[in-house]
């Protein structure tokens, strides 16, 4: 697998970096990572939205529907929001359907703080 190379996002204010916008219709991992700290919060990925797959984890949501009840205090909340001002994110584009292989892999080298790796049920997560 690629070599990781964290860039900045830029504030919540500004305009996503070129290199973000570049990533639209693009396939791949990514990984956000604490600037200050250096640890690895999330991996994912996406087969082709690339672009709007990373910018939703910095905008203010939260998951509603029933298949999180209860999952939340548990150290993981599925609609979790970062500051843009304290990450950097590394991007590996793949091909379309090699997504999933390279997310997996990159979970397991660097075992980001946030992943739900496993449902707690033993139920497929449906993503």
């Not at 305009?15 to 956000?32: D, F, H, N, Q």
């Not at 929001?81 to 090699?98: N, Q, S």
């Amino acid at each position: 697998m690629a070599r990781l190379t964290y860039r900045s996002i830029g504030s919540s204010l500004g305009e996503w970096p070129a290199w973000i916008r570049a990533l639209k219709t693009s396939s791949g991992v990514y990984a956000i990572r604490d600037r200050h700290t250096g640890r690895v919060l999330y991996v994912g990925s996406s087969g082709g939205r690339l672009y709007d797959t990373i910018t939703r984890h910095f905008q203010q949501w939260h998951r509603t529907k029933n298949w999180w009840k209860g999952m939340y205090g548990a150290g993981h909340d599925p609609g979790l929001v970062y500051l843009r001002e304290r990450c950097d994110v590394a991007v590996i584009v793949t091909a379309k359907g090699d997504h999933l292989t390279a997310e997996a892999q990159l979970i397991s080298r660097l075992q980001p703080r946030d992943n739900l790796v496993e449902h707690p049920d033993g139920e497929e997560i449906p993503f």
